[in-house]
């Protein structure tokens, strides 16, 4: 059984438990972060000392950095489905979820962050306007991937989908200019066809940082 240190709104938290989700591993989530607190103690502290999340532990094994999770989970318990059998294979969805950390959320997540974590009374619209422009052009990277496949990676799902698929929740949920981009959304339907997606990637966030804070203090 795997213990999830992490509230469920957060972003790096999703990617975690849609992996877990997947691969229908035995789990416990335990809130921490966020309104809940609890990251300034010594017992965290000692399974991370960054003070952040998420964190794992899988019987004795404490691990943190969610990336370094959803390879972890994916090769320990998801070899031949999102840990691909093919070592090339798996290069690449690891190249996707390299991608998605260095290009998509720098350029991407100022939306989030202006709409939805930020006091209306603060908030910079064209930094919102100037992150969906620039998300439009770069998903175009992802369009044309999509082009003759089903997944990321390929025609199955494998972890080079989870950190760019969680955040497409998100994209698709905010109200922002999105370009049409039909392999995109194509791709964004078989993820919200996934239980595990509906369960773990697809949680509300509202519609402005007072909504945010409630569904965080009801548990998502
Ligand atoms: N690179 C780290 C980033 C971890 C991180 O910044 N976590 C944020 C949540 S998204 C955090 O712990 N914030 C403090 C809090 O939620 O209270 C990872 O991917 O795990």
Known sequence: MINIY???NSSQVIQVMWTIG???IDHVRHNVG???GGLDTDEYQNLNPNGLIPTIEDSGFV????YAIVRYLSRQYGEGSLWPANAQETARADQWMEWTNSRFMDTFFPAFWQL??????NQDLEKVKKAATDTGVLLQIIENTLAGQKYIAGNSLTMGDIPLGAMMFKYF??????????NIESWYARLCDREAYQQHAMVPFGKSSDEWFALERAGA
């Open 6 to 8: 992490g509230r469920r």
């Open 22 to 24: 997947e691969l229908g």
């Open 34 to 36: 966020g309104t809940f």
């Open 63 to 66: 691990l943190w950095e969610s």
């Open 116 to 121: 939805i974590r930020t006091t209306i009374e």
């Open 173 to 182: 949920t905010l109200d922002i200019e999105r370009p049409s981009l039909p």
